[in-house]
């Protein structure tokens, strides 16, 4: 069963532009963890956040985690061509993973 | 390191065929999971190993699937007899331990069933 809703379902942007996007859970958490996905590299991990933190960056990406409304936000600052992904959220609760639908997100030249 | 290793890449097959994947996870991996992804889905789990056993299995087809893991390290995935709706990538990953955060996963196999 998918616990995770990423919205928008898809996006598209121009390049330099940021891209936000969201993902909304409903049971409690460990950890809330984004991936992303294209042809060329397959299924890959960005960023994991856990249940007592707020906010998280790693280079271009920030995350954020609401508890209190099961959400979070992934944002890429600057985007690139080479963003052109599906995301995913995936949240932890217990020892797996549970995923949502991703958001296809597309950066335009 | 080596990554997750996954063979073979593509497979077509004819329904009530049967096929079998294979999977060598990073070393020193306990845990390892084998997903369905459909087109324009998110992945879903089948089954989950720490080390030799079973830790869930709750949303593998029994009547069809079946996967096991050798000596806690490669393992199989299979499907007989094979149904249309399993035209899927199907994908294996590996961690550290149950529950430990990030998934490492292989390249997948895209499996069309004619």
């Known amino acids: 069963s998918q616990q995770g809703e990423e919205d928008p379902q898809a996006l598209s942007i121009q390049e330099g532009e940021n891209a936000t996007m969201n993902c909304s859970y409903k049971?409690?958490?460990?950890?809330l963890q984004w991936y992303r996905q294209n042809s060329g590299r397959g299924l890959v991990h960005l960023i994991l956040?856990?249940?007592n933190e707020r906010e998280k960056h790693s280079g271009r990406l920030r995350v954020t985690l609401d508890t209190s409304k099961k959400s979070s936000s992934l944002l890429i600052t600057a985007s690139r061509a080479a963003d052109t992904a599906s995301y995913f959220c995936?949240?932890?609760?217990?020892?797996?993973?549970?995923w949502g639908a991703g958001t296809k997100l597309i950066i335009k030249p | 390191e080596a990554g997750v290793a996954q063979s073979p890449r593509y497979k077509i097959i004819e329904k009530r065929q049967s096929v079998a994947f294979w999977c060598n996870p990073i070393?020193?991996?306990?845990?390892l999971y084998w997903y369905q992804q459909i087109l324009g889905q998110g992945p879903k789990l089948l089954i989950q190993?720490?080390?030799?056993?079973?830790?869930?299995d709750s949303q593998l087809p029994k009547d069809r699937f079946s996967a096991e893991r050798l000596k806690g390290v490669d393992s199989t995935l299979k499907i007989q007899p094979a149904k249309l709706e399993d035209s899927a990538v199907y994908l294996c990953?590996?961690?550290?331990?149950?529950?430990?955060?990030?998934?490492?996963f292989g390249p997948g196999t895209r499996l069309t069933v004619t």
């Open positions: 995936a949240t932890e609760g217990g020892y797996q993973l549970i």
């Open positions: 049971t409690s958490i460990n950890n």
């Open positions: 956040i856990r249940s």
């Open positions: 070393s020193g991996h306990a845990t």
């Open positions: 190993f720490q080390n030799n056993g079973v830790v869930d």
């Open positions: 990953a590996s961690s550290l331990e149950v529950g430990q955060g990030e998934q490492y």
